[in-house]
């Protein structure tokens, strides 16, 4: 295939990140291919994805994959089959690379799924067990999920003082009436592009119902800012559109979500990443993020009625506790946040401003919050 | 407040709408002050939201609420309680309609959540109290939830044909790139408006990631259509969206689900109403929409591999039957359908269609079916 030069890509032809994609997948099978022929053991090296090969980086302040690796052979038999399933998921990620589509992981699962000839064996009968494989070749290859074509569902919306170049459509998320646009589950370079920003900054709402109210309030107006909901934890679209505001708009990033160990956690990964994901945090995580709301103290700060307060669960305590423990949470303003989250003894919701007024949220709460710069990192 | 001339009214004041809805709440009021003014027992009609008042109209082809009533007395020990909630809430809508705002039903649970003065009771304790309270407005009423500005969380992205002016602004439907247009959880006719139609049809799909396939194929284009997805059993913006489309632009609307029970009865409550929500039947429900696909008959007729069967469950088949005694269900094509799905043994997703090609489902599968008229009503 010939290589695009900048600005002559043909829409749906491979762009140059495409190329390297597939460049290192044929590389991985050449690999295994030489091997063969040369009579040694055709092996694929693979990243440990294990709690024991994850750190949190103090100076890079994210949660990242160590360097151990474990090889996978083909001349084993506790790990032929899984060698045969590499390759049947790198080739219909090399296939759907080529052909410029994009599917989902369970698609993944039903295109790479068939039973072997001669055999009743299937190559795969559950997507529990394609889903680690896909995963397995991201490490293998150092790609995003994205980068292989492949995406999980997505879930978020976003408004507000931006216009964007979606698959060719110019988009002007200033005009998006109450219903925002849709964030793709990929946000890469090559799909979505910044045209225009008049955004101050971005904010980033947990909650839908709280980015409704925000929107019929035109908040994003009033504020030059850009409002965003990940419609509960973030998906990874709405990650990577996060990160992409961060270090390409470069956009303060304010974080709202409910005060409670949930809240704290969806916090916690937008900025840090998670442990499971580790592999993914360089492109994923945005240590920028700050922590707007609510906070614990905002009971007295806002003079709150009891209207507003739910009585922690045994579990919610228990999940405050390892959230302290964790060392992205050392410093002195995050354990003062949860220990007075844990002596008040109720966490709150977003919508319960709205005992206040309809408006406090948009009016008075995050203004207020703004500009006195009480927010946490 | 003055009442707005046709065209004339200003953003953010209320419509005729607005203002009939407004009366009815004062009405109900005014009733129960006359009545405690003369010494009767003030009272609200409100009719019996419960199976034994649920019927199924053949006519009409719809689930609708019969005409039972029952009253709520203020001199009642056991309903003062209810009484006193049902005007609180009915107090706040009022109140959001005139200042032309929206909230969600948890919002509205907090907003009317106090401390009864001088004693340690509060009005409501859970949002599980107050939603109720919501529903018995509605019905007391005749008003939409929709119209008292109480929404449920929205769901469900639309592209396609079709130009829109949703809250003021223009919005082109044929240009949504890959990330399409959030269907608001309010789809009344004063706040969208359809502008340009170039569709024949409307394609609704269950899935989301069905949907992106066929978005990313442009099939909406080709097919000069719209395509929308419920993510999943369809939210209220959604169904009230497709029954405009149905009434207002005479659009057919085909649906797609997963050859399975959950599939069949996504399709039923979109068709005929659901027997929860009996009472919205006539403002949600699309009796014309029609059944494309998945049928357990495709199977053979599309050649399919055995990758697509997943076995049907003690529950799949339990609900299977529950379903074949639907009345809406009697007519002979829907015995057959449901027939083949029990006898086949297993069920089918549509994601299954991507093992015969990444795009059969927008190159072949939709395109012979609309050919063939290949669908159930």
């Known amino acids: 295939m010939a290589k695009e030069k900048s600005g002559e890509r043909k829409p749906g032809t491979p762009t140059n990140r495409d190329h390297e994609t597939i460049d290192k997948i044929q590389k991985l099978a050449l690999n295994a291919v030489v091997a063969a022929r040369t009579g040694k053991n055709p092996t694929v090296e693979i990243p440990v994805r294990a709690l024991s090969n994850v750190q949190f980086n103090e100076d890079r302040r994210i949660i990242e994959l160590g360097d151990r690796k474990a090889s996978r052979e083909f001349f084993n038999t506790s790990m032929a089959k899984k060698f045969m399933q590499t390759f049947l998921v790198a080739n219909e990620c090399r296939k759907l690379i080529a052909e410029q589509k994009t599917i989902s992981i369970r698609q993944m699962y039903y295109k790479t799924k068939h039973t072997l000839k001669g055999t009743s064996e299937n190559t795969f009968d559950e997507q529990a067990e394609s889903d680690p494989i896909i995963e397995d070749v991201e490490v293998s290859i ?6 292989l074509h492949l995406f999980a569902n997505k879930r978020g919306l976003v408004v507000g003082q931006l216009t964007v170049d979606d698959a060719g459509d110019q988009i002007d998320l200033r005009r998006m009436g109450r219903g925002g646009w849709g964030i793709p589950s990929i946000c890469e370079e ?17 909650k839908q119902a709280i980015w409704h109210r925000l929107n019929e309030d035109r908040f994003w107006e009033r504020s030059k800012c850009i409002l965003m909901t990940t419609e509960g934890q973030a998906a990874r679209g709405s990650r990577r559109l996060l990160q992409r505001m961060s270090t390409e708009l470069k956009l303060p990033i304010y974080v709202l979500v ?10 916690s990964v937008l900025k ?15 240590p920028g993020v700050r922590y707007l709301g609510m906070s614990a103290m905002d009971f007295k700060k806002f003079t709150l009625s009891s209207a507003v307060q739910i009585k922690l669960t045994k579990e919610d305590l228990e999940r405050a506790k390892q959230i302290r423990a964790y060392p992205w949470f050392a410093e002195k303003q995050w354990q003062r946040e949860i220990d007075a989250l844990v002596s008040n003894g109720f966490k709150m919701e977003l919508d319960g401003l709205l005992t ?17 710069k009480d927010f946490l990192v």
């Open 190 to 206: 090559d799909a979505l592009k910044f045209v225009r920003c008049d955004a101050e900054f971005v904010l980033v709402v947990e």
């Open 142 to 147: 150092d790609a995003l999920r994205e980068e």
């Open 258 to 267: 409910d005060s409670d160990p949930w809240g704290l956690y969806i916090y």
């Open 356 to 372: 206040k007024d309809t408006s406090f949220i948009s009016n008075e709460y995050v203004p207020k919050k703004l500009r006195d």
């Open 272 to 286: 840090q990443g998670s442990i499971n994901l580790a592999y993914e945090s360089m492109r994923m995580a945005v």
